[in-house]
């Protein structure tokens, strides 16, 4: 029961935070200003006149080729990174933890070489 009552003020600090924002949103909602206009209910494109009015346009699958190396190759990062930090304390159980960081290095590179030799990383 102790425990609880050492949350009681974090809750009641959220609960008023909570409150606080949603009395300030309904009154500026209530309270502030409705003047509607077409310009202002118009897409803004970064004062760019709006290239095509359809947001369903398709894209080049170039980009989702990109992409979708960017998040294998950005993976592959967060696998490594765990490795690093774990290696400096398994360094004198033996060589199998860098030998397979190794294999994983070479699997790797061996699908980036796959890539760039069937032309995914051209752009014409």
């Not at 290239?51 to 998040?71: G, T």
């Amino acid at each position: 029961m102790g425990e609880v009552v050492l949350f009681k003020p974090i809750v009641l600090l959220l609960g008023l935070s909570v409150i606080t924002a949603l009395i300030m949103v309904g009154l500026s909602y209530l309270l502030g200003p409705k003047r509607p206009h077409d310009k202002k209910l118009d897409t803004y494109e970064c004062g760019a006149p709006l290239v095509q009015p359809d947001a369903r346009r398709r894209y080049s699958v170039k980009y989702f080729v990109i992409a979708m190396l960017f998040l294998l190759f950005d993976v592959e990062i967060a696998f490594m990174y765990p490795w690093a930090v774990v290696y400096k304390k398994y360094i004198t159980t033996g060589k199998f933890i860098l030998v397979e960081i190794i294999f994983f290095l070479i699997v790797l590179l061996a699908g980036y070489l796959y890539v760039w030799w069937k032309g995914a990383l051209e752009w014409e």
